[in-house]
C-alpha cells in the first residue's frame, strides 16, 4: 500500500508530494480584474471599481487589493487620480497583463546578479533619458523620494523600499513608461531581497552616496554623467552580492 502523498509507481525511497505553496492574493486580484475589465469591455479612461468595492467583491483586505493595484501602475496599466479614482489607461485582459518574464530565484545570490545584468543595461539606458527628459516636477519628485532614502539610511543603516522608490521615480522621468514596466516585471524578486539583504543591515552602505550624485546628474541635464553614476551604484551592488553570498 503506497504511503499518503506517494506517487503511483513512487521509487521505494517514497518520495512525497511537495506541498502547494502559499497562494498568490495580489495576483488572483490582478488575474479577477483583468478578467472584469476584459468581460465588461472597459475602455482607456473608464473608471475602475473602488477599493471597497473590490474588497466586498473579492472577499480580500485593503492591503491586497493596494499590492495589486500598485502592480497594475507599475505595469502603466491604471492611473490612480487624487480624490477622483482609479481609471483604466489601456484595455487589458488575463492573457495580457504582463509580460511573460520569469526568473528563478530558488537560488538567491545566481537570480540577482542576472537580474543585476539586465538592470545594468536598463538602468543606465533610462537615467540618460531622465537626464534629457526631465521637468521641474520630476526633479521634485526624484528629490523627496531620495531626501526619504537618505533619512532612512541614516537612521537604520539600510534603504530597501526607499532606493527602489527614488530608482522609480527616475524611470517615471523619462516619460517612457516601458522602463517602468520593466522594471515592474522585477520588483517583487528586489523587494523580497531588501527584507533580508543576506542578513547584513548595511548592504547598501557603499553605494548609498552615488544616488545624490545621480540626481545632481539628472539635475545638470548631464546624460553620460548620469550613466556612469548609474553603473557604478550596479557595480558595487554586485560587487557586495559577491561578496556577501561567499
Not at 517615471?172 to 516601458?178: E, G, I, K, M, S
Not at 517583487?188 to 540626481?215: C, G, K, N, T, V
Request: cysteine-free.
Amino acid at each position: 500500500m503506497r504511503a499518503r502523498g506517494e506517487l503511483p509507481g513512487a521509487p521505494a525511497t517514497r518520495v512525497a508530494i511537495a506541498t502547494l505553496p502559499p497562494l498568490d492574493r495580489g495576483k488572483q486580484v490582478m488575474e479577477a480584474l483583468a478578467d472584469y475589465v476584459e468581460r465588461a469591455a472597459l475602455k482607456s479612461g473608464d473608471r475602475l471599481p473602488t477599493e471597497r468595492e473590490l474588497m466586498a467583491a473579492l472577499s480580500v483586505g485593503r492591503s491586497t487589493i493596494r499590492e495589486a493595484m500598485g502592480r497594475f501602475e507599475a505595469l502603466g496599466v491604471t492611473e490612480t487620480r487624487k480624490g477622483s479614482g482609479t481609471y483604466l489607461l489601456k484595455p487589458i485582459s488575463a492573457g495580457t497583463i504582463h509580460l511573460p518574464l520569469s526568473l528563478d530565484t530558488a537560488e538567491l545570490r545566481d537570480g540577482l546578479l542576472h537580474t543585476l545584468e539586465v538592470r545594468r543595461g536598463i538602468e543606465a539606458e533610462a537615467s540618460m533619458v531622465a537626464a534629457r527628459r526631465r521637468t521641474v516636477d520630476d526633479l521634485r519628485t526624484i528629490e523627496e523620494k531620495l531626501i526619504e532614502m537618505e533619512r532612512v539610511h541614516l537612521a537604520t543603516g539600510t534603504s530597501g523600499p526607499e532606493d527602489l522608490a527614488f530608482h522609480l521615480a527616475v524611470y517615471d522621468a523619462t516619460h517612457n513608461p516601458l522602463f517602468r514596466q520593466l522594471l515592474g516585471q522585477m520588483r517583487e524578486a528586489f523587494e523580497r531581497f531588501w527584507d533580508h539583504p543576506f542578513d547584513r543591515q548595511d548592504f547598501a552602505r557603499r553605494s548609498f552616496p552615488y544616488h545624490r550624485e545621480l540626481f545632481d546628474a539628472i539635475v545638470a541635464r548631464n546624460a553620460e554623467l548620469a550613466r556612469g553614476k548609474t553603473l557604478k551604484i550596479l557595480e558595487i551592488v554586485e560587487e557586495d552580492i559577491e561578496e556577501m553570498s561567499k
